[in-house]
């Protein structure tokens, strides 16, 4: 057996040595579609990690009017949590907008002194939606404009950030379309 193996190994060197220009451009050619199906897997999982980061970064922020109580804005996030389309909501309180806004501009003294000079929180509280899908905001939008959630409602971004949206929604199918699946 070891003498069977210790030709084959001989003679293959051997015909590698006599053929050496077809041995060199085959042994190229094997190493060229390596690197190339090495690079699409690696362009799969990069794409597909930039979708989802993306997918992560948008979101619908529903702004609520001033004297809107906090039970109302819990039973609209509850609301909301219930639709199929909602993969999360997150409640920001008044309080908790005005501290964020103040760690953000906590090297800007301008900021700093019209916000103590306004003796109030002139921030809203607000609902951070998430979808499972870019698509599916529109009709999250089109869910927060009925009578009964949007007398509490002051504002809805989505308008604002419909844009960037679609563009997201469209790159998304063209990206599942040609077969890299970004889910």
């Known amino acids: 057996m ?3 193996i210790s ?5 293959g060197f051997k015909n590698f040595w006599r053929n050496g220009l ?11 579609s390596l690197i190339v199906f090495a690079g699409l897997i690696f362009a799969n999982a990069t794409t597909t990690n930039i979708i989802n980061f993306l997918k992560d970064k948008i979101d619908v922020s529903v702004y609520f009017q001033l004297n809107t109580p906090e039970d109302e804005i ?4 509850q609301a909301l949590q219930r639709l199929p389309q909602v993969k999360n909501v997150d409640y920001v309180s008044a309080d908790q907008a005005l501290q964020i806004f103040k760690q953000r ?13 306004l003796n109030t929180n002139p921030l809203e509280a607000s609902l951070a939606v998430k979808a499972y899908d870019p698509a599916n905001y529109g009709t999250i939008a089109d869910y ?9 409602i002051d504002k809805v971004n989505y308008s604002q950030n419909q844009d960037a949206i679609t563009n997201l929604s469209a790159i998304i199918n063209n990206v599942d379309r040609a077969g890299l699946k970004a889910s």
């Open 144 to 152: 927060l404009k009925t009578p009964d959630l949007h007398q509490y």
């Open 74 to 77: 819990l039973n609209v996030q």
């Open 22 to 32: 077809l041995s060199t451009a085959t042994t190229a050619i094997v190493t060229l």
């Open 7 to 11: 030709r084959v190994i001989h003679y």
């Open 105 to 117: 501009h906590s090297d800007e003294p301008d900021i700093a002194q019209s916000l103590s000079q």
């Open 2 to 4: 070891v003498t069977v």
